[in-house]
């Protein structure tokens, strides 16, 4: 099976696509990565082995010369992926979302397609293709919702690296030269970092290191800053504080650790945060409210989260921390309704979908699967 994939340029579409090809187990010649151009996507498909090729993208917005020179990527990006297809010659396309994800999908309106909805509400890439799309599969029954008039609609839940739980917890916090013994907090902004988040954690440090640990995952962008606060902390509460800008391969041994996790709400925090069964202070990214909202919302209803809104974080998030931190009551409930949340056996789920897709080919066009 030959499998062409195109994933968006965040953790929260990457992370899903790259864990159904650990699921499917195929060789790195029988795959194709389609990406953006620039941003992190190729470092981490690069580093996971997976064969990478850019196409020029854009989002379908603004007005007048933006609109199109949106309209003149795309078409750009068309006939690139087109190009890539009858090279390549896929069995199936797998979708997690991203711009790429539209001129390739349809430079191969032919081939059988799977597309992967990492959120709870698909974005506008996923939209269009749904259209067009053999299979969709989601991460809870909500999304259901938004294919009213698909039959083809499975909900597996979030697909999630199998290297994430590999942690056993001692060997986390050694990992980190944190003490098992004390409460540990991580926070992260997702695969680029919060500034807000950043700068609102940095100025309560003082109140929170004295009680606990922290664990601090800051993004590149951000990662100057932090550091130079990391460095002026004296030595008593420098102890309880490790920062990264990114952690990679060591992102499950973060979340093994932590007795509460403060964190934005992109489509991760579906599938990861469930399997570790931490309890969450979720902060939506104020310019993707309405994604990021939505998924935050559907753990807290839960009884696994607690959402806070990015301008109340100054004034709230100390409280709130020292609230479900000091309560092991409160985190232990938390925690086990995350853990009712967990869906393992996502990724399995459609790796077996994309062969059957792949099947559906007649044989004699049968030549392989492009992711």
């Excluded at 539209?102 to 059988?112: E, R, S, W």
């Amino acid at each position: 099976m030959r499998l062409m994939v195109s994933a968006g340029a965040t953790g929260g579409g990457i992370n899903p696509a790259l864990a159904v090809l650990q699921a499917l187990g195929e060789k790195p010649d029988q795959v194709l990565w389609v990406g953006s151009i620039g941003g992190m996507e190729a470092d981490l498909v690069c580093r996971a082995g997976v064969p990478f090729t850019a196409i020029p993208a854009a989002g379908i917005h603004g007005v007048g010369l933006k609109a199109i020179s949106a309209l003149w990527q795309l078409t750009r990006g068309f006939f690139a992926a087109r190009k890539l297809i009858r090279k390549f010659k896929p069995d199936v396309l797998f979708f997690t979302g991203g711009y790429v994800a539209i001129p390739t999908g349809l430079a191969g309106l032919k081939i059988p397609t799977l597309i992967c909805l990492p959120d709870i509400e698909p974005g506008l890439a996923l939209k269009v293709l749904s259209r067009f799309a053999d299979h969709i599969v989601v991460p809870a029954e909500e999304s259901r919702a938004y294919f009213p008039k698909r039959k083809r609609v499975t909900v597996v839940g979030y697909p999630t690296r199998p290297e994430l739980t590999v942690w056993d917890r001692k060997k986390a916090f050694e990992v980190f030269d944190l003490s098992p013994d004390k409460l540990t907090l991580t926070v992260t902004g997702g695969s680029l970092g919060a500034r807000s988040i950043n700068r609102a954690l940095v100025a309560i440090l003082p109140d929170l290191l004295p009680q606990m640990q922290v664990l601090h995952l800051t993004g590149k962008l951000t990662w100057p800053e932090v550091e130079a606060a990391q460095d002026a902390l004296p030595k008593e509460l420098a102890v309880n504080y490790r920062a990264y800008p990114y952690l990679y391969d060591r992102m499950g041994a973060a979340f093994t650790v932590a007795d509460l996790i403060v964190s934005r709400a992109g489509a991760s925090i579906i599938g990861e945060l469930p399997i570790f069964g931490a309890p969450a202070i979720l902060v939506p990214y104020p310019h993707a409210w309405r994604y990021q909202k939505i998924n935050a919302d559907y753990l807290a209803r839960r009884g696994g989260a607690l959402v806070l809104k990015d301008e109340d974080l100054n004034e709230q998030l100390l409280p709130l921390i020292l609230e479900i931190i000091r309560n092991e009551q409160i985190r232990n409930h938390m925690g086990i309704a995350m853990k009712a949340l967990a869906n393992p056996g996502a990724a399995s789920a459609i790796g077996d979908l994309l062969r059957e897709l792949a099947l559906e080919k007649p044989r004699s066009m049968k030549r392989g699967v492009a992711l």
